[in-house]
């Protein structure tokens, strides 16, 4: 277990707006069986990269509940000032729904009891239908799985389960916030929108064509195209026909090594407009693209490094501190969120029955690092605030942090309430009766 330094507790503490616990306190080691949650995700192949900076995250954050003791349980017979420590397990499905589901089996066998997933939502389909039916079939073994990167609507939709939850905003979400910066360009005429071909893909395509016929009419969609998922090793030709169209600004979906070798192409062949992006502000992007991203660039997120408040600060230079190599700079809130919200939960049922614990990430609000967040009950679709943010150099207004290294950072240029971010659900939530 890793072991904060006294400097690293007081910006954790001030980070979890809480006081500051004494050394003594914050490093209580927990007493009892640990509880288990596995996270399943692809760990080589391709997007290798984004697997490996998700557990980055996550294990950050279990270290930060089990420094605090674990999570306390009344009923556990833990010694006094103990707890249950979390346990992250890592299953790797090579980027593959079968290994995933095959994961899946194997994390529950070995007793896991959370899993957690997101870095494709055609894997996350996949792993609701397989946890509806084993949680039928074995009341006795049920999971819950929460999602941190899974954006496919449908997901907290028609797809919609009682054992699963979401805590990023959904691509519908994702491309309203988008959406509030695109219309005030009123330069934009033509954009091209290219993304990945499966689920999320899809949905990013139509729900970016529906909301410009909406907001911006006069915007012309030059190119509408998708390409397979972490196959593509050259994206010139794709690139090439950007430019070719006129289009002055991409907007795409586009994650990990999909995202950042199309940037690097759209740099090679000289396209000098915007990218409206799910993914732009990490993983190689900014470094890829260099200047020519400078003010160009535009990306959604729940956080960004650059917000500027005390605290939100304080939890980005903690997690620079647990993770200094400039590669590994790669953190969202939003999996601090989930992990806070779990141990919050299965606090409050004062059980890790599964039944129990979901009723309780029902109705989960938290706050951290400055940042809020509640589930809504109805279909399981945490509601925060996102923000927009715009590449610039480092140093520049607005710019404390750089990404990776790079030198390029993103100011946050839109804030976007939880109220505001909030859509409809079509979700029709079939609870189980105990």
């Not at 616990?21 to 007493?31: E, G, I, N, R």
């Not at 397979?228 to 090594?257: C, E, H, M």
Request: with cysteine; aromatic share 8%; hydrophobic share 45%.
């Amino acid at each position: 277990m890793f072991v904060y330094s006294r400097k690293a507790l007081k910006l954790l503490a001030l980070a979890l707006c809480v006081p500051t616990l004494t050394f003594a306190q914050a490093t209580q080691t927990p007493t009892s069986a640990p509880i288990k949650i596995a996270m399943i995700e692809g760990l080589s192949g391709p997007f290798a990269n984004t697997g490996e900076a998700v557990f980055r995250n996550l294990i950050w954050a279990v270290e930060r509940v089990n420094a605090r003791g674990g999570v306390k349980i009344a009923a556990s017979g833990e010694l006094a000032g103990g707890g249950r420590p979390l346990a992250l397990e890592r299953y790797d499905s090579k980027g593959q729904n079968e290994e995933a589901l095959t994961a899946l089996k194997s994390a529950i066998d070995d007793g896991a009891q959370f899993i957690m997933q997101g870095n494709s939502s055609a894997t996350a389909a996949a792993l609701i239908d397989a946890i509806n039916k084993h949680n039928e079939r074995e009341p006795g073994k049920r999971v819950l799985f929460l999602n941190y990167s899974a954006v496919d609507p449908i997901l907290t939709n028609e797809k919609c389960s009682f054992w699963h939850f979401r805590f990023d905003a959904h691509a519908d979400m994702r491309i309203t916030a988008l959406m509030e910066v695109l219309k005030e360009d009123k330069a934009l005429k033509s954009v091209y929108i290219i993304g990945q071909d499966y689920s999320f893909g899809h949905a990013v395509a139509r729900e970016a064509k529906r909301q410009l016929a909406a907001s911006r009419p006069d915007v012309q969609v030059v190119g509408d195209e998708l390409h397979p998922v972490g196959r593509v090793k050259d994206f010139l030709p794709y690139a090439a026909k950007i430019k070719a169209s006129g289009a002055q600004a991409v907007i795409t979906g586009n994650w990990g090594n999909d995202l950042t070798l199309l940037v690097k192409a759209a740099k090679e062949v000289g396209f000098e407009g915007k990218f409206y992006t799910f993914y732009g502000n990490a993983l190689g992007a900014p470094a890829a693209i260099g200047d020519a991203g400078i003010g160009k660039v535009v990306a959604v997120a729940d956080w960004l490094p650059n917000v500027q408040t005390a605290q939100s600060e304080a939890f980005y230079q903690s997690f620079r501190q647990r993770f200094p190599n400039p590669a590994d700079d790669y953190v969202h809130m939003r999996m601090q969120l989930m992990v806070e919200s779990l141990a919050q939960a299965i606090e409050k049922a004062n059980t890790t029955n599964s039944i129990a614990v979901a009723r309780q990430l029902e109705r989960a609000r938290v706050v951290f690092g400055s940042q809020s967040g509640a589930m809504r009950a109805a279909d399981h679709q945490f509601q925060q605030p996102l923000v927009v943010g715009v590449m610039d150099k480092q140093g520049a207004p607005g710019v404390k942090f750089d990404v990776e290294g790079s030198g390029y950072g993103f100011r946050v240029i839109k804030t976007i309430a939880a109220k505001r971010a909030e859509l409809p659900t079509t979700c029709k939530m079939q609870r189980p009766v105990e």
